[in-house]
């Protein structure tokens, strides 16, 4: 995938063939003319895939939506969200081209350093195509094109580098890191490039990086508060086009874990709605529970005013919402079972295509069975906070912590990063329970997939685990 230099006079005077003095962020034509300046002074490159790198063609020849259809297994930080169709596209597609050797700039360089971070051959403890979401094999493409997503993307990239050889961030990673932050400070500070589809791709990309780089619980790294305002600053709060609605699949979950418990990010319910409502999973279950979770805020907020008097009708609210979680909980513990692949049409592949097929939806079931898990525990933490606890929900608290634990213990072959979700679905295990024997077990757990985020400096106490029970 070589980039090709293109030039760079901003997108007006390249339209109009006029001279363009590359002034940022407005050049002196557009200024003049009082017109909006999209890439001024910017390089832009044209990414072309060459002969040597085209996906061999399977099945049948003429079946061009083959090659339309973007891969879309999507996954969230903390929801690892996916279709069942998707996932068929992955298989008859191999990875992503590497740059050309032919040319070498920055650019190019850091193209084919982060592909390598999404290949498909890469190991899944370590894929961020994998744990993030498909929307990162769209950014190769956009690069050269806005410097804020430029620089979040060297971020992650060197962060990525040292998080999986299991050493503390390196000063190099911390550098970029900073750098990507002021850059994005300008990229904030301008009204169109605010909005852009890239600066929101910047924002996601730069909360993964915090990610590795640590961040102790009792703080917020504000790039979620940042996306929020973003999409609160649009004319239209939910996704533009086929990327945006990708990196919606994403984000949401990052924001929405994060709105929980920080009031700074203070959406309406009916902009939590379109945040959480996609067309991609809509309709399954693991969308179902998101959208339920998107409830959380505003139920919480009025759980809280309620506490003053009387309770009844929020917790009956909260007591429907639980019980259509733990519908959708019984599909996606079914689905992880079994391992369900009856959606996906593997009669033209190989052996070794089928067993890999199988492989990865199998961690893609117990994924997204871990975050209904983690859905259902907030709401069912949430009903004693409200004084509805009886014996069947405290029950239900027992049993879906130790269907968590249980996870843990199958999921370990996933480690690092193909694991960070089960953190929130221990952390939602211990909240919801109070037998100490069960806590004692759960605070092990958390301990030790905690231990994979090094970077931290600390483990997870009591007191850390005590203040996310009361905020809820």
């Given amino acids: 995938m070589p980039g090709v230099p ?20 407005t050049c002196s034509r557009c200024a003049r003319l009082k017109m909006k300046c999209v890439g001024s002074g910017m390089q832009r490159f044209k990414f072309q895939e060459e002969k040597r790198f085209s996906p061999p063609k399977r099945g049948n020849p003429n079946n061009s939506s083959e090659d339309a259809i973007s891969t879309s297994l999507t996954h969230v930080s903390s929801n690892h969200v996916s279709t069942t169709r998707a996932i068929q596209h992955i298989y008859m597609r191999i990875a992503p081209g590497t740059p050309s050797s032919g040319l070498s700039n920055r650019l190019t360089n850091l193209t084919n350093a982060f592909i390598q971070t999404i290949n498909r051959s890469t190991d899944l403890r370590y894929n961020l195509w994998w744990a993030f979401g498909a ?58 490039h605010a909005q852009s589809s890239n600066t929101l791709c910047a924002v996601t990309v730069l909360l993964i990086c915090q990610m590795f780089l640590g961040q102790s619980t009792q703080y917020w790294s504000g790039h979620a508060e940042g996306a929020a305002s973003i999409l609160k600053a649009r004319t239209d709060f939910g996704p533009r086009d086929m990327f945006e609605q990708k990196l919606f699949l ?45 409830q959380g805020p505003d139920l919480m907020r009025r759980g809280r005013v309620a506490l003053q008097g009387d309770t009844t009708g929020v917790r009956d609210e909260v007591w429907t919402v639980y019980q259509n979680c733990m519908i959708n909980l019984s599909i996606l513990r079914l689905r992880a079972r079994e391992n369900d692949v009856s959606g996906i049409d593997m009669s033209q592949m190989s052996a070794c295509d089928r067993a890999l097929v199988r492989s990865f939806m199998y961690a893609h079931h117990e994924r997204t069975y871990g975050i209904g898990l983690a859905v259902a525990l907030f709401f069912n933490c949430l009903l004693g906070a409200l004084g509805a606890h009886d014996g069947v929900s405290l029950f239900d608290a027992v049993y879906l912590a130790e269907e968590i634990l249980a996870l843990g213990d199958r999921s370990a072959a996933w480690r690092p990063i193909g694991t960070l979700y089960l953190i929130v679905c221990l952390s939602a295990a211990w909240a919801a329970t109070t037998d100490p024997q069960l806590r004692a077990r759960l605070l092990v757990a958390i301990q030790d997939y905690g231990s994979d985020l090094r970077v931290r400096g600390s483990q997870f106490t009591v007191s850390e685990l005590d203040l996310t029970a009361e905020q809820i």
């Fill in 250 to 294: 994403s984000l949401r979950g990052m924001v929405l874990f994060e709105g929980l418990f920080n009031n700074r990010i203070n959406l309406t319910p009916e902009e939590w709605t379109k945040l959480v409502t996609n067309d991609f999973d809509a309709f399954t279950p693991e969308g179902q529970m998101l959208q339920y979770l998107s």
């Fill in 135 to 192: 929307f990162m094999e769209d950014v190769p493409c956009r690069l050269g094109s806005n410097d804020a997503l430029d620089c979040a993307i060297d971020a992650v990239t060197t962060a990525h580098r040292d998080f999986c050889s299991r050493h503390n961030a390196s000063v190099d990673a911390l550098a970029k890191y900073s750098r990507a932050l002021r850059t994005l400070r300008v990229y904030l500070n301008d009204t169109f």
């Fill in 6 to 25: 293109t030039g760079r006079a901003c997108d007006a005077c390249r339209r109009q063939k006029k001279k363009c003095d590359e002034n940022q962020p």
